[in-house]
């Protein structure tokens, strides 16, 4: 580990909340396009993951997010309910849920694939420095995750 720089204790020093208040922004840029396919982000997210493996459990998908299961039930009852999801208990397991894209939750893939590129629009910057900045966050990830697993 490297030795510690001092910081001065004034809030746009930092780090945390140059990254707390650029979520916030980034939040707040996805809500006017999701609100037209009516999405939240958490479960615009969710559906993100279940494009790229559909039949995870609730228990896969909490991890894949960095979420705990009793925050994944009621965001996927919503899903649920709007149609784009189906939840299954398990045949083996009944304590496992998974969860199923409908045909509704397959076609909301095609209805929002431009959200992505308008983001990067509103961000005001090149494709490839975004990619490097998005690279440079999950390495940071990285790091203060194993930093707390110590």
């Keep these: 580990m490297t030795s510690s720089p001092q910081i001065p204790l004034e809030l746009d020093a930092q ?5 707390y208040s650029t979520s916030l922004a980034m939040t707040k840029t996805y809500k006017p396009l999701l609100d037209k396919v009516g999405l939240t982000y958490p479960q ?3 559906m993100l993951v279940l494009w790229e493996s559909d ?7 909490a991890e894949r997010l960095s979420l705990d299961s009793a925050t994944m039930t ?13 939840r299954v208990r398990g045949t083996e397991d009944e304590r496992q849920v998974h969860i199923h894209l409908t045909d509704a939750g397959r ?5 929002i694939r431009g959200i992505p590129g308008e983001i990067y629009c509103a961000a005001g910057s090149d494709g490839e420095r975004l ?6 966050l999950m390495r940071l990830r990285a790091s203060l995750m194993e930093y707390n697993e110590a």
């Design 131 to 136: 990619v490097k900045l998005r690279d440079e």
């Design 44 to 46: 615009y997210l969710t």
């Design 55 to 61: 039949a995870l459990t609730v228990k896969q998908m």
């Design 107 to 111: 076609t909301l893939k095609k209805a």
């Design 74 to 86: 009621p965001l996927l009852k919503r899903l649920e309910a709007q149609g784009f999801v189906k």
């Design 15 to 19: 780090l945390c909340f140059a990254l």
